[in-house]
């Protein structure tokens, strides 16, 4: 996230007439508007990497998977967040084509710039909808692949996967794969500025 636009404070409605006209994204906090960075070589290729293997999997089962350009709205917290990567299976979200209510996954990809915030206020406010059942980070200086997941008792569990595993689970769309895969033509040293 870079500096908030020069505007004042705005609402939701307006925000959302705002993204519809811009050249470039921004994330929405309680009335403020921040502008997003863009991305590095490994970041585009894990997320595309990802997005390919994701759509195949929900192909016919009435899950949707969106990457980067799909809205995830908290509405307790007056926000929209751009996740890299968005599995919804509720039918209540095609009502709503600029952003999605009630995901079951969410995926960020990390960078030196936004790591911080996925990890702490980022997921703390995702934590808020209700529907999501997995939260993913996944490096990109290692293979690394991180998934906090609600257990039924509502408590977030943590889970990691290395090369050493070859293997990674989202479980809250049963979906196994390979870090082989994942980080297919990922090079990493890759100096991020």
């Known amino acids: 996230m870079i500096a908030s636009l020069q505007q004042t404070h705005l609402t939701p409605d307006e925000y959302l007439q705002l993204e519809e006209q811009s050249q470039v994204k921004h994330e929405y906090i309680d009335g403020e508007v921040y502008e997003m960075a863009g991305a590095l070589d490994p970041h585009v290729t894990i997320t595309g990497n990802l997005f390919a293997?994701?759509?195949?999997?929900?192909?016919?089962?009435?899950?949707?998977?969106?990457?980067?350009?799909?809205?995830?709205?908290?509405?307790?917290?007056?926000?929209?967040?751009?996740?890299?990567?968005?599995?919804t299976c509720d039918p209540r979200d095609s009502e709503t084509p600029a952003y999605k209510r009630f995901p079951t996954l969410i995926v960020e990809v990390l960078s030196d710039s936004t790591e911080a915030f996925d990890r702490g206020d980022k997921f703390i406010d995702y934590q808020q909808l209700e529907t999501l059942q997995e939260y993913v980070l996944i490096n990109t200086k290692?293979?690394?692949?991180?998934?906090?997941?609600?257990?039924?008792e509502a408590l977030w569990t943590f889970q990691f996967y290395t090369p050493t595993q070859k293997t990674f689970q989202l479980q809250s769309i049963k979906f196994e794969g390979t870090l082989e895969a994942l980080y297919e033509d990922v090079t990493f040293n890759i100096v991020e500025s």
């Not at 994701?54 to 016919?60: D, N």
């Not at 293979?143 to 997941?149: A, D």
């Open 142 to 152: 290692q293979q690394r692949v991180e998934c906090f997941r609600r257990n039924p």
């Open 53 to 87: 293997l994701l759509r195949s999997h929900v192909r016919g089962s009435g899950c949707r998977v969106y990457i980067v350009d799909m809205k995830a709205r908290i509405e307790t917290l007056n926000r929209f967040y751009y996740p890299d990567i968005l599995v």
